[in-house]
Nanobody, 120 residues
Framework: QVQVVESGGGLVQAGGSLRLSCTASGLTFSNYPMGWFRQAPGKERDKVSCISRRGGSTYYADSVKGRFTISRDNAKKTVYLQMNSLKPEDTAMYYC?????????????WGQGTQVTVSS
């Protein structure tokens, strides 16, 4: 059974930092490109960042480019999202997903999400 579990969310002041982690089990982690998505209340879920199977390729939404960094450790079956210079508009539920193809937008496996709240 595949499980994707996010952690690291919380409440932070604007300008602060958080690091999200996502661990996947029940699959061969290194075979899956990974992605982070977010959904704010009343809005659609948006793609935030993606990383290829070995980490050689990454994608960032324009809204987070230069502030967020995605990385992965295949030995630990974990993907990270380092979020710096956080803004109130970054407030959302953040989801990790294991993708069929790099940055496809329709991942195969989803986590339950971790809440990030940025206060002004």
């Amino acid at each position: 059974q595949v499980q994707v579990v996010e952690s690291g969310g919380g409440l932070v002041q604007a300008g602060g930092s958080l690091r999200l982690s996502c661990t996947a089990s029940g699959l061969t982690f290194s075979n899956y490109p990974m992605g982070w998505f977010r959904q704010a209340p009343g809005k659609e879920r948006d793609k935030v960042s993606c990383i290829s199977r070995r980490g050689g390729s990454t994608y960032y939404a324009d809204s987070v480019k230069g502030r967020f960094t995605i990385s992965r450790d295949n030995a630990k079956k974990t993907v990270y999202l380092q979020m710096n210079s956080l803004k109130p508009e970054d407030t959302a539920m953040y989801y990790c997903a294991a993708d069929r193809d790099y940055c496809s937008g329709s991942p195969q496996y989803w986590g339950q999400g971790t809440q990030v709240t940025v206060s002004s």
